[in-house]
């Protein structure tokens, strides 16, 4: 055998243990799926929650123990009330949502396409963003009453925001070259917006439709919570005035699940509509 011949059998010989002793990486690990991770914190919420209730660690009538706030829900759906409230509630997030997403896409768009808009538009509404959500309360008790149609106007400020903000920015920063492509194509101005601008601006624009979704969820509360006869919101105020903390926890835990269902629709709603693009 031959000095390289040799050479190249110790080389052999002195690697191939430690590629074959080598243990996979993954051994040992624990795997979760990506769709159970999100259960990790609540579930552990609950359980130490469940626990310290039941060792007296917390006072029943501040923070009562969560079977007996799921309890107070099944109750609740059972009387037919559940269906009664959420249904009003979800009502007015509906056409509230719809009516404040409408308009903030359509000055969006208008603000986000043309300067002279932009610049007669924006700084008003700009403005506007900033005002707190109670602080419209009593405008909309004064012009419109204390009936649904103040809640749905309150609702649709809201979600009017987000939407056009998302899409008046989405619209103004398009990729210059993307335009540059159209017009070597020579489209029209309507041709650019509905193949160029608009699907550019798609998934900023869906993101603002999520927020306003959110938004319009935590503007009903204070709707519901002054002046309202039924929905989630009266029963929390109905709970803080005979004194149910169990009531006042499955309201809280009733905007959460019915927030996190409607948000979960329009990201799948979203997904589909982006494609190969969606993350």
Same mark, same amino acid.
């Given at each position: 055998?031959?000095?390289? !011949? ?11 243990? !430690?590629?074959? #002793?080598?243990p ?9 799926p ?13 359980? *130490?929650?469940?626990?310290?209730a ?11 123990a969560?079977?007996?706030v799921?309890?107070?829900i099944?109750?609740?759906?059972? /009387? ?5 409230? #959420?249904g ?12 404040? /997403? ?6 969006g ?6 300067r ?12 506007? =963003? ?16 204390i ?6 106007a ?5 979600? %009017? %925001? &987000? ?8 619209? =103004?920063?398009?990729? &210059?070259?993307?335009? !540059? ?11 650019? *917006?509905?193949r160029?601008?608009l699907?550019? #601006? ?16 935590? %503007?009903?509360?204070?709707? !519901?919570?002054l ?17 149910? /903390?169990a ?8 905007? /959460?699940i ?6 979960w ?15």
């Amino acid at each position: 055998m031959s000095t390289a !011949e040799q050479n190249r059998s110790v080389m052999w010989n002195s690697s191939t243990p !430690e590629l074959t #002793a080598r243990p996979p990486d993954n051994i040992g690990r624990i795997y979760i799926p990506d769709r159970l991770l999100g259960w990790i914190v609540p579930v552990t919420v609950l359980l *130490v929650w469940e626990l310290l209730a039941r060792l007296g660690m917390l006072p029943p009538n501040w923070l009562p123990a969560p079977t007996v706030v799921g309890k107070t829900i099944y109750q609740l759906a059972i /009387a037919g009330d559940l269906l009664k409230h #959420a249904g009003t509630t979800i009502a007015r997030v509906a056409v509230g949502f719809l009516l404040g /997403a409408g308009a903030g896409t359509l000055l969006g768009g208008l603000t986000g396409y043309l300067r002279i808009a932009r610049k007669l538009f924006d700084p008003l509404l700009q403005a506007l =963003r900033s005002v707190p959500s109670i602080a419209w309360v009593p405008l909309f008790l004064l012009w419109l009453g204390i009936q649904e149609t103040s809640k749905i106007a309150l609702i649709s400020v809201g979600a %009017f %925001f &987000p939407v056009y903000l998302n899409l008046s920015v989405a619209m =103004r920063h398009v990729d &210059p070259k993307l335009l !540059e492509v159209g017009k070597l194509y020579r489209l029209s101005s309507f041709q650019m *917006v509905r193949r160029i601008i608009l699907p550019a #601006a798609l998934p900023e624009y869906i993101v603002g439709l999520r927020s306003g979704l959110g938004l319009a969820w935590m %503007f009903v509360v204070a709707a !519901e919570l002054l002046g309202a006869s039924s929905g989630i919101g009266y029963l929390m105020v109905d709970g803080e005035m005979t004194g149910r /903390a169990a009531v006042i926890l499955a309201s809280v835990i009733l905007f /959460a699940i019915f927030g996190k269902a409607t948000d979960w629709m329009m990201n799948a709603v979203g997904r589909k509509l982006l494609g190969h693009r969606a993350r």
